[in-house]
């Protein structure tokens, strides 16, 4: 009984094993995608830069079209942090999803350890009680015997008796 329980046990937690990987490769995605985002951002970082050192003016001057266009790689810079910032809460809500989801999985797994254990207690509760009844019909078992066999003496005895008592008669 007992082992049926531990290879149940751990037939249920290899199924929770196993449900877990789908949740942690939509969690791998959004970390290759959060990646992509911030390798993307480290590029336009450098444009960005080669833009504030650009000087097409007269003496080496930066124009207005030069301030433009560090202004847009800026804004670009700034849409691409905003992207990444979405894509980090989606990527915490996951990992809140998943911590969530192990808080289940022990909270259940310690309430059927709990009803496996009260159901053991509660089986080994009867067994003593069986053990008991047992012990108690062997001796009434014990008890009859002796009474039969009292009974079959006092009977040969009143039977020897009543032979010899009937032969005296004759």
């Known amino acids: ?34 990646n992509s985002l911030l390798a993307e951002r480290s ?5 960005y830069d080669l833009s504030l050192n650009a000087r097409t003016g007269i003496f ?20 691409s942090d905003n992207n990444i910032f979405r894509e980090l809460k989606i990527l915490m809500n996951y ?11 022990a909270s259940s797994s310690n309430k059927r350890i ?15 009680e069986l053990k008991a009844q047992a012990e108690q019909v062997t001796e009434k078992k014990d008890t009859n015997l002796y009474l039969i066999i009292v009974l079959v003496v006092v009977i040969a005895g009143w039977g020897i008796y009543s032979y010899s008592a009937t032969r005296r008669k004759q």
Do not use: C, H, W
Request: proline share 1%; glycine share 6%.
């Open 1 to 34: 009984m007992i082992r049926f329980l531990l290879l149940f046990l751990i037939f249920s937690g290899g199924l929770n094993a196993m449900a877990l990987p789908a949740d942690t490769s939509a969690y791998q995605f959004q970390r290759l995608k959060i």
């Open 43 to 47: 590029a336009k970082f450098g444009q």
């Open 114 to 128: 709990e009803a496996y254990m009260l159901t053991i207690k509660k089986l080994q509760q009867q067994n003593d």
């Open 60 to 79: 080496g001057l930066q124009t207005k079209n030069d301030l433009r266009n560090s202004n847009e790689i800026l804004r670009g810079i700034i849409l």
């Open 95 to 105: 990992k809140d999803q998943e911590v969530q989801q192990v808080q289940n999985n």
